[in-house]
């Protein structure tokens, strides 16, 4: 019998001889062990086969990921839009007459607008997490 059992598996993926295949059938019908390990195995192929799903429960399953994916746009891009306006601000700054001490020195000038950009980032989190707090 328990030969039997360890052949559940080749038997599900169809890799059994006829022979083999028809001895396990017999087996099936009278060991619980397998029938429940058949019933998991289905089931599991059933959840891992994509295809098998109907559209909607595909659609209706992504939906909230793409709803997600357009929040965080809608979140991001103003934030981006600020940082680069900042930036730009900042460049207009450190062109300009105050910003000659930049000029000669192009590591210096992007370590200063990483500096804003990572505040601009801190500040937006902090904003974000606050905002996550009131829920
Ligand atoms: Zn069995």
């Known amino acids: 019998m328990k030969n039997e059992c360890e052949n559940m598996t080749l038997y599900f993926y169809g890799e059994l001889e006829p022979q083999q295949a028809a001895a396990f059938q017999e087996h099936l019908a009278h060991c619980p062990h397998c029938q429940r390990e058949m019933a998991f195995l289905q089931q599991t192929q059933q959840a891992l086969v994509p295809p098998a799903a109907p559209e909607q429960v595909v659609q209706g399953a992504l939906a909230p990921a793409l709803a997600g ?5 809608r979140v991001f891009k103003p934030a981006l ?3 680069l306006v900042l930036g730009a601000g900042v460049f207009l700054f450190i062109s300009g007459p ?3 001490r930049f000029d000669d ?3 210096e000038w992007m370590a200063y607008i990483s500096a804003e950009a990572d505040e601009e980032y801190n500040s937006f989190v902090a904003d974000f997490e606050a905002f996550e707090e009131k829920f």
């Open 69 to 73: 994916k357009g929040w965080w746009r």
């Open 98 to 100: 105050f910003g000659s």
């Open 105 to 107: 020195d192009g590591q």
């Open 81 to 83: 839009a600020t940082a």
